[in-house]
Every structure is written in structure tokens, then in C-alpha cells.
């Protein structure tokens, strides 16, 4: 079937850096790609996506590109703060929530 | 406000046990998943259904059963509960057609057999 590629596995930034996670999907047809954050303990909540009538969304300190010809988007935050702290997942809901294997990312104080 | 809740945040349960993990949303979603979560190996899919009555095994069935008989409830069995079977179990739901929506997660039931 279908998959979505996600790396790096794991990130570690200082605070104030920026953290960037890619994933790649196979799908040419696929055309919503939501990001999950899951925060320790809690349910993975969604925090941006994108359409694949757009190159770029962005929301305050949180951004999400793609790249259709590459069949890549990614995931960028800026200004990390150690709240960021989670594991993100990104998704090609266009073949019924395929993940990606998450990123835990770690911002340290 | 969409809710998907899971019966238990954590179960501990003796081997060769049936085990019973419910999962409830209340915005008559057609499709409903179960996934287990184990670090390192992300969400992987154990089995979904998209309407009453209706499933399909996902990537791990091995050892899982589900049970869809209510739109709004999707049950999760272990009908012998192994060692390995100790995970993070998390339950979604997703809108009708099932592509290019959002998914709802439930808040997780921790299992641990032993």
C-alpha cells in the first residue's frame, strides 16, 4: 500500500532554534496533508495541514510546505520553545491516515 | 466539540486474559480505527472499520479482533492477552468518505499485560 516516509526520527534544538521535519509520500493523487502534535501523556491533536492547491500555510511560528512534483512537505517551526516538546506525525489523508513514523522533537532550555 | 473517548487510560491485565477496549465518538463518524503506538515504531494500524457491521485488518491484526455493532462505537478485543501486546492503544475517527479530512484521536489506554 501507500506510506509516508517521515524523518528524522528524533530532533533536538535549542530553544530559540528553528526544527524542520520532512515527509514523503508515494500517492501522486493525495492532496491533504495534516501535521499531528502529540504531546506526552495526551491524544495527537492536529496543528496545521495543507491542501495541495498551495505551495505554503503558515500560522504564527508554525509553517508547513509542499512540494507535489517532489511528493515531499515538511514541517517547520521557528522560535521553538520548549513546549514545541512533542512527537509530531505528519499524514497523507488522501489514503485514510497513513502516518508517518513521527519525529520526537526535543527543544532544550 | 468532537469527542472520541476510550473506556480506560490504563488497564493492567493477566496473560491469556480477554480484553475489552472500547472507544466511543460522538460525531457520527463512518469510520473508526484502532492503532498501537510503541516508541520507536510510531502508529501502526491494527484494524479499521467504515460503517456498522463493517471492518478491514490493518497492518498488525495478529491476535486482534474489533467489533463495530453502533455507528458511534468501535471495540477493540484481545482474545488472550500477551506480553507483547503491552502498548499505548489509541482509537480515531474520521468523517464519511474518509479521505482529505481531519482525524480524532481518543486520549489513549495504556495496556500492560503481564
Known amino acids: 500500500g501507500e506510506n509516508v516516509e517521515q524523518h528524522p526520527s528524533t530532533l533536538s534544538v535549542q530553544e530559540g532554534d528553528s526544527a524542520v521535519i520532512k515527509c514523503t509520500y508515494s500517492d501522486s493523487a493525495s492532496n491533504y496533508f495534516p501535521w499531528y502534535k502529540q504531546e506526552l501523556g495526551k491524544r495527537p491533536q492536529l496543528i496545521i495541514d495543507?491542501?495541495?492547491?498551495?505551495g505554503e500555510k503558515k500560522d504564527q511560528r508554525i509553517a508547513v510546505t509542499l512540494n507535489k512534483t517532489a511528493k515531499h512537505f515538511s514541517l517547520h517551526i521557528t522560535e521553538t520553545q520548549p513546549e514545541d516538546s512533542a512527537v509530531y506525525f505528519c499524514?497523507?489523508?488522501?489514503?485514510?491516515?497513513?502516518f508517518g513514523g513521527g519525529t520526537r522533537l526535543m527543544v532544550k532550555p | 466539540d468532537v469527542k472520541v473517548t476510550q473506556s480506560s487510560r490504563y488497564l493492567v491485565k493477566r496473560t491469556g486474559e480477554k480484553v475489552f477496549l472500547e472507544c466511543v465518538q460522538d460525531?457520527?463518524?463512518?469510520?473508526m480505527f484502532w492503532y498501537r503506538q510503541d516508541p520507536g515504531l510510531g502508529l501502526r494500524l491494527i484494524y479499521f472499520s467504515y460503517d456498522v457491521k463493517m471492518k478491514e485488518k490493518g497492518d498488525i491484526p495478529e491476535g486482534y479482533s474489533v467489533s463495530r455493532e453502533k455507528k458511534e462505537r468501535f471495540s477493540l478485543i484481545l482474545e488472550s492477552a500477551s506480553t507483547n501486546q503491552t502498548s499505548m492503544y489509541l482509537c480515531?475517527?474520521?468523517?464519511?468518505?474518509?479521505?482529505?479530512?481531519?482525524?480524532?484521536f481518543g486520549q489513549g489506554t495504556r495496556l500492560t499485560v503481564v
Open positions: 495543507i491542501r495541495s492547491n498551495v
Open positions: 499524514e497523507d489523508a488522501g489514503n485514510m491516515l497513513t
Open positions: 460525531m457520527d463518524h463512518e469510520n
Open positions: 480515531a475517527s474520521l468523517w464519511a468518505g474518509g479521505r482529505n479530512t481531519e482525524a480524532f
